[in-house]
C-alpha cells in the first residue's frame, strides 16, 4: 500500500500504512513518500509535516523484494535506481520549509531510519521502540548521510558503537541522548497518532509560521551543509558495494538462515 496523506488543520499527516510488509519500502514507495514531501511543502495553510506508521513497525527499512531485484546491475543502474534516490531524499528532508516531524509508533531499520535522524523532533509510541542502522551486517555503507547525522545527534562514540556493531539504540537511551523528544506511554498506534496530531496543532497555536520557517533554516544551516554533502560520498561509496552485490548477497544469506543478523 502506498503512503498516503491527510491534512489536519495545521499539520500535514503523511502515513506509512502497509503492516504486512512492516512498512518496509519499495523503490517506488520511498519515490512516493519524496512526493509527498514536496506536496507538504508547498501547502498554503499547514505548519507542520508529520510522518507516523501503522502497524507493529514504523519502518523495517528497504523491501527485501526490492533488494533482490537489484542483483548484478552496473553501477549506472545502481546510481540511477538507489544512488538518485537516496539524494533526492536527503534534499527533501534538509530543505523542508515546514516543521518535520516523525512519530515512531515501532522499531525502525536501516535507510528509514537513516531519515528519521534527519527530522526536526522525533516521538516514540512507547518504550518498545528502537532504531537500528544494520549497515556492517550487509555489508553496505551507511546511507541517506547517517555517517554525519548520527555523529551529531547522538555523540561520536555512542554512533560509531552503534552502527559499527550493528547495535540497536532503544526508545530511552534515544531520548536520553535527545534524538527522540518524548517517549509516549501507549499501546494503540492509532491513538498515538491521533494524540501527537492533536498535540502539534495545540502547540502551533499563537505562534508565527513565517518565524518558525526563518528560526529553523538558521537552526540547521550548518548541520544540513554537513548532512548534504556527506550524503554524496556515501552514495558514490554505496554504488560500489551495490554493484559488488555486497547487500544483495547479504540478504539472501539471511532469508536462508545462513547468516546471522540484527535486523
Not at 505548519?47 to 501503522?54: D, P, W
Request: aromatic share 6%; net charge positive.
Amino acid at each position: 500500500m502506498s503512503p498516503s496523506y491527510k491534512i489536519v488543520n495545521q499539520v500535514f499527516v503523511i502515513v506509512l500504512d502497509d503492516p504486512h510488509t512492516r512498512n518496509a519500502l519499495t523503490i517506488a514507495q520511498f519515490v512516493q513518500l519524496a512526493e509527498l514531501l514536496e506536496l507538504a511543502d508547498k501547502h498554503p495553510h499547514t505548519t507542520a509535516t508529520l510522518v507516523v506508521g501503522r502497524g507493529p513497525m514504523f519502518s523495517a527499512g528497504a523491501n527485501i523484494k526490492t533488494v533482490a531485484q537489484l542483483k548484478n546491475k552496473t553501477s549506472s543502474e545502481i546510481l540511477s535506481e538507489i544512488g538518485a534516490k537516496n539524494l533526492c531524499l536527503v534534499h527533501l528532508f534538509t530543505s523542508h520549509r515546514k516543521l518535520l516531524v516523525v512519530g515512531l509508533n515501532g522499531p525502525v531499520i536501516g535507510l528509514t531510519a537513516s531519515l528519521v535522524a534527519l527530522a526536526d523532533l522525533v516521538y516514540a509510541q512507547n518504550h518498545k521502540v528502537f532504531m537500528s542502522f544494520p549497515f556492517t551486517n550487509i555489508g553496505l555503507t551507511t546511507e541517506c548521510a547517517a555517517a554525519v547525522s548520527l555523529p551529531q545527534r547522538l555523540g561520536l562514540s555512542t554512533a560509531l558503537e552503534h552502527v559499527l556493531l550493528a547495535k540497536p539504540l532503544s526508545a530511552a537511551k534515544l531520548h536520553a541522548l535527545g534524538l527522540v523528544n518524548r517517549v509516549f506511554d501507549l499501546d494503540d498506534c492509532d491513538q498515538f497518532n491521533e494524540q501527537l496530531t492533536k498535540m502539534l496543532n495545540k502547540e502551533l497555536v499563537g505562534l508565527d509560521r513565517e518565524s518558525i520557517f526563518v528560526n529553523k533554516r538558521l537552526m540547521r544551516h550548518t548541520f544540513d551543509t554537513q548532512v548534504r554533502a556527506q550524503a554524496l560520498q556515501e552514495t558514490m561509496s554505496g554504488v560500489a558495494d551495490w554493484t559488488a552485490n555486497k547487500p544483495q548477497t547479504a540478504f539472501d544469506e539471511i532469508v536462508a538462515g545462513k547468516r546471522r543478523h540484527k535486523l
